[in-house]
């Protein structure tokens, strides 16, 4: 059974940080592309951050980039982003999703949310 389960969300003051975690199962992790999306209410869902399969290039929204950064770990069949001074508009429900050519799996999101 395909599986993708994130952790690591909540409230954080701004400036603060977090660090997103998604453990995937059920397929073969190591060759998928895996990236970290976002959907903040009343808005679309975007794409924050991704990380390819197999040299570990990222790529990042103008939004987060020199904030926030994407890994993983095959050995684990985990990706994590870690975010740092974050702020308000950072606000969103978090998802992570792995593709490979037809075959695209999405986690069932994780709240993040940045409030004083």
């Known amino acids: 059974q395909v599986q993708l389960v994130e952790s690591g969300g909540g409230l954080v003051q701004p400036g603060g940080s977090l660090r997103l975690a998604c453990a995937a199962s059920?397929?073969?992790?190591?060759?998928?592309?895996t990236r970290w999306y976002r959907q903040a209410p009343g808005q679309e869902r975007e794409l924050v951050a991704g990380?390819?399969?197999?040299?570990?290039?990222?790529n990042y929204a103008d939004s987060v980039k020199g904030r926030f950064t994407i890994s993983r770990d095959n050995a684990k069949n985990t990706v994590y982003l870690q975010m740092n001074s974050l702020k308000p508009e950072d606000t969103a429900v978090y998802y992570c999703?792995?593709?490979?050519?037809?075959?695209?799996?999405w986690g069932q999101g994780t709240q993040v949310t940045v409030s004083s």
């Open positions: 999703n792995a593709q490979y050519s037809l075959y695209d799996y």
């Open positions: 059920g397929f073969t992790f190591s060759s998928y592309a």
């Open positions: 990380i390819s399969s197999a040299y570990g290039v990222t």
